[in-house]
């Protein structure tokens, strides 16, 4: 079962870079909390450490010049110790204030798919009474929900559109996660990273 979700992965960043109407790639590095949503954010800066990597490609929509529409396909991963190891896979719908050349904000909602892989042992009650070891690399699919706002700041002033840095703060919900025991699972996400014009020109030489 680990295989789908790599795979669904693999095929969706093949297909991005190879769609000519994507505009920017980027990677972000993340740490992520689980806490109540959005107000838990700034535990992510100091309460827990629980790293992740999000892969993401993404298109612009609307001519105006302040504001815009932005739609992105992610790929990602993040490790929760003790927990779980979960690949997330999910689309991302934004509204994007352009204010100045320099500077774009961002709030947005995402929707899509989460393989959870807990960190500690499983057991399934046999047709004998007895008690089964689950494979720890069966993992279990789980809907993701999310809401986020963001900033990207570019890195020369003479070039708005190339090289940008990222960051977003973005609040995961994960389900059915415990059955009827806990049904919801909530975490926040600070998620710093880069973006590049896609496809990617050269610099001409003078």
């Not at 204010?99 to 807990?118: E, I, Q, S, T, V």
């Not at 499983?122 to 706002?149: C, E, H, I, T, Y």
Request: glycine residues 10%; charged residues 15%.
């Amino acid at each position: 079962m680990i295989k789908i979700p790599v795979i669904t992965i693999c095929g969706l960043l093949s297909a991005c870079a190879a769609n000519a109407q994507i505009q920017r790639v980027g990677i972000l590095a993340s740490n992520q909390a689980v806490s109540l949503p959005v107000s838990g954010i700034p535990a992510t800066t100091y309460s827990q450490f629980h790293p992740g990597l999000d892969l993401f490609a993404e298109k612009s929509f609307g001519s105006k010049e302040h504001h815009q529409w932005v739609l992105s396909a992610n790929a990602g991963m993040n490790y929760h110790r003790f927990f779980q190891t979960a690949l997330r896979l999910y689309g991302w719908g934004e509204y994007q204030y352009n204010a100045g050349a320099m500077w774009k904000l961002r709030a947005g909602l995402g929707l899509g798919y989460l393989h959870a892989f807990p960190d500690y042992e499983q057991f399934v009650k046999n047709k004998d009474g007895g008690w089964d070891l689950v494979s720890p690399v069966a993992g279990r699919p789980q809907f993701l929900a999310g809401l986020g706002f963001g900033v990207s700041r570019a890195l020369k002033q003479d070039k708005p559109d190339g090289m940008k840095l990222e960051l977003r703060l973005r609040t995961f919900l994960q389900a059915p996660f415990a059955g009827s025991y806990i049904p919801l699972l909530p975490s926040n996400a600070l998620m710093l990273g880069i973006s590049a014009p896609w496809p990617m020109k050269k610099e001409a030489k003078s």
